[in-house]
DNA sequence: GATGCCGGGTT
DNA sequence: AACCCGGCATC
C-alpha cells in the first residue's frame, strides 16, 4: 500500500542516503560522512511506534515507525539535532550511526522543512491521545479558520480520511502550526509507548486531521501549480504524499526557476507510471556544484541554464550553451525515500527555522578535492526541474572507477578548466580528475564523453571530427594488424596529474593500461 | 626523454 | 579479476 510505504519510510529518515562520492572516492569517501542507508537509529529510537495510516477512504493500516520521536537520550529534538549537524558537517563521522539522521536535520541543511513534512504525515493517526489534545489546543484557532466545516470530515477512530476537496490557502500560519504540531508529537513520551490508550479524543483527533489536511492544502498551493495529473493527487485512494512532501522540499528553495519548471517537476514526481515500485527508489538530479549554490534540479538543460544565468551571467534568454555549465554541476542520485524520510524526521527538530543552507556540503569546501564535474546523462529522463537545498544530505552521488566502469557517462575535466571559472571573476577548483556518474538504475541510456576541446567550442566539433577521422585514415593505412593503436591525443592522467599525484591517476594509467579517464 | 599502453606475469 | 611492470611505439 502506497499509504504504509509513504508514511514508513517518511518515519525513517535515518535511511537518507548520503553516500556521495563526487569524483573519486579516494577523497569523497574521506570527507563525506557515510551514513547508513538502512541501518538503524539507536540513539533516537526505542522501539517501534504504531501509526496507523489509512488511504482515503481505506482501512486503517498500522505502521511501526523505528523513528517518529527523538526521545532516546531525552534529549530535545531541535537543539540537540542542530548540535549533531553542526559536529557532522564539521567531518565528524565517529557517530553517523547512531544521529546519522538527526545530523542532517539541522535546518540549514534542509531549510523550508516546516512545511513539507505535514504533508508527509498527513494521514497519520497518533495512538496518543495526550498529544492529541495538545494538538487539538494549540492548533484550534487555525483549523478554525482556514478549514472551511464543509471539508471537515466526520471523525473515524479508524482512519484520517482526506478532504477531497482541498483548496489553497494561506499556508504559512499552518505550516509553523503543522510543524509544531510534530514536533510536540515528536517529543511526547507517550508517542513512545505503543500500549498508550489506542482511542483518541475526538475532538482532538479532528482537530489533528484537520490540521494536517490543511497543512497538506496549503503545501498544494505554495509555489507552484498543479497540473491535471497533480491536482487528481489528493484525491486519490493512495496519494503519493511523499512525493508531495519532496516536491515541497524540493522546490522551496529552488527560488527563480521554481515556476519556469513546475510543470516538469510535477511530472517528475506524480507522473510515475508505476507508482508502487520502490524497489528503485533512486532519482537521476542534477546538483549545482557552484560553491554556495546547492540548487538541485531534475534535468540537466534546467541546471545548465541556472548555472548559464545564475553563475555564468550568460544572457538567461538564449539557449545557446557551450557547454561551460556541464563542469558545474553533476549528476546525483537522489533516494526518494530517503528525502521522504528527511522531510518527516526534519521537520519537527526545527518547524520555523527556516535557514540559508549551508555553503557547501562538507565533501564540496574542501575547494582542493572539489569535484566540480559536469554530467550529463539520462537525457531522456522524464523532465523535471527540482531543488533542494540539502541535497548532499540526501543524494547520492556514486562514482564508478573509470576503468572499472561499464559504459558510464563520463566527462573527462583536466585542470585547465579551472580556468574557465576564473574568466567571470569566479576562482574553481579544478584538480580534481574527472569522474564518471553511472546510474545505479539499469543500463545508461547515454554515453557522453567530452574533451575540454570538444566541449568547449561546439563550433569546432566538425573540425575534431574531420581530424579523427583523419586519424583514423591514417591509422587504417599504416597500421598493421596486432600494432598497437595510435597514441592518444588526449592528455591523459599521467599528464593532467603528474606523477606527484599518481594516486588521483585512473586506475588503468596506474596499471600503465589505456587510459580510460582521458579516452579519445 | 617522456609518455601511452601492450603483453605478460603475479597475487 | 585486480594488480603490477617490462618493454616498445610514439611524441
Known amino acids: 500500500m502506497d499509504s504504509k510505504f509513504i508514511l514508513e519510510k517518511s518515519t525513517t529518515v535515518g535511511g537518507a542516503d548520503f553516500n556521495c562520492r563526487p569524483g573519486r572516492s579516494v577523497h569523497c569517501d574521506a570527507r563525506v560522512p557515510i551514513l547508513e542507508r538502512n541501518g538503524p537509529m539507536p540513539a533516537y529510537t526505542n522501539g517501534p511506534v504504531p501509526y496507523k495510516c489509512s488511504p482515503d477512504g481505506g482501512s486503517p493500516v498500522e505502521v511501526k515507525s523505528p523513528r517518529t520521536c527523538f526521545k532516546g537520550n531525552g534529549i530535545s529534538p531541535g537543539g540537540r539535532i542542530s548540535l549533531d549537524m553542526e559536529k557532522n558537517v564539521l567531518g565528524d563521522q565517529k557517530d553517523t550511526g547512531s544521529s546519522g539522521i538527526l545530523k542532517r536535520a539541522s535546518p540549514t541543511c534542509c531549510p523550508g522543512m516546516n512545511g513539507q513534512l505535514t504533508a508527509g ?77 489506542p482511542t483518541v479524543p475526538e475532538p482532538a483527533n479532528r482537530v489533528w486531521k484537520e490540521v494536517l489536511s490543511a497543512s497538506y492544502s496549503s503545501s498544494t498551493s505554495g509555489n507552484w501549480s498543479w497540473d491535471a495529473s497533480d491536482q487528481s493527487v489528493p484525491s486519490t485512494p493512495s496519494p503519493p504524499l511523499s512525493n508531495d512532501t519532496n516536491k515541497n522540499f ?32 533512486m532519482k ?60 518527516s524526521n526534519l521537520a519537527p527538530t526545527s518547524p520555523t527555522t527556516v535557514g540559508p543552507p549551508p555553503a557547501f556540503p562538507p565533501l564540496l569546501t574542501d575547494t582542493s578535492h572539489s569535484e566540480n564535474i559536469g554530467v550529463n546523462g539520462f537525457q531522456n529522463h522524464a523532465p523535471t526541474l527540482l531543488s533542494q537545498s540539502a541535497p548532499s544530505a540526501l543524494c547520492h552521488i556514486r562514482t564508478d572507477h573509470a576503468y572499472q566502469a561499464t559504459a558510464p557517462v563520463s566527462i573527462p575535466v583536466c585542470p585547465e578548466l579551472a580556468e574557465l571559472g ?99
Not at 183 to 194: A, D, G, K, N, R
Not at 498 to 520: I, S, V, Y
Open 121 to 197: 504525515f498527513m494521514q497519520l493517526e497518533t495512538k496518543n491521545p495526550v498529544k492529541q489534545g495538545e494538538l487539538a489546543l494549540s492548533l484550534k484557532a487555525a483549523q478554525g479558520r482556514n478549514v472551511p466545516q464543509a471539508e471537515r470530515q466526520p471523525f473515524l477512530s479508524s482512519h484520517i480520511p482526506v478532504p477531497r476537496n482541498r483548496r489553497p490557502s494561506g499556508h504559512a500560519d499552518k505550516e509553523v502550526m503543522a510543524a509544531t504540531v510534530l514536533t510536540s508529537l515528536s517529543t511526547s513520551p507517550l508517542v513512545l509507548c505503543p500500549s498508550a490508550a
Open 250 to 281: 524540493l522546490l522551496l528553495s529552488q527560488g527563480d526557476d521554481v515556476s519556469e519548471d513546475v510543470t516538469e517537476s510535477t511530472h517528475f514526481m506524480f507522473e510515475d507510471p508505476i507508482p508502487r515500485k520502490r524497489k528503485n527508489s
Open 284 to 343: 537521476v538530479m542534477f546538483k549545482c556544484l557552484w560553491k554556495n549554490c546547492e540548487k538541485v534540479l531534475s534535468t540537466s538543460s534546467g541546471i545548465q541554464r541556472h548555472i548559464r544565468t545564475v553563475h555564468l551571467g550568460r544572457n538567461s534568454d538564449s539557449d545557446y550553451s557551450d557547454g561551460e555549465e556541464d563542469f558545474y554541476y553533476s549528476e546525483i542520485e537522489v533516494n526518494m525515500d530517503s528525502l521522504t524520510e528527511g522531510l
Open 422 to 520: 576564473s574568466d567571470n571573476g569566479i576562482s574553481v577548483s579544478w584538480q580534481s580528475p574527472p569522474v564518471i556518474f553511472k546510474g545505479a538504475s539499469g543500463p545508461v541510456n547515454q554515453v557522453r564523453t567530452v574533451s575540454i576541446g570538444e566541449k568547449r567550442q561546439p563550433a569546432t566539433s566538425t573540425h575534431t571530427t574531420v581530424n579523427k577521422s583523419h586519424a583514423l585514415i591514417t591509422q587504417a593505412t599504416k597500421s598493421t594488424p596486432g600494432s598497437r593503436k595510435p597514441r592518444g591525443e588526449a592528455k591523459k592522467c599521467r599528464k593532467v596529474y603528474g606523477m606527484e599525484k599518481r594516486d588521483m591517476w585512473c586506475t588503468a594509467c596506474r596499471w600503465k593500461k589505456a587510459c580510460q579517464r582521458f579516452t579519445d
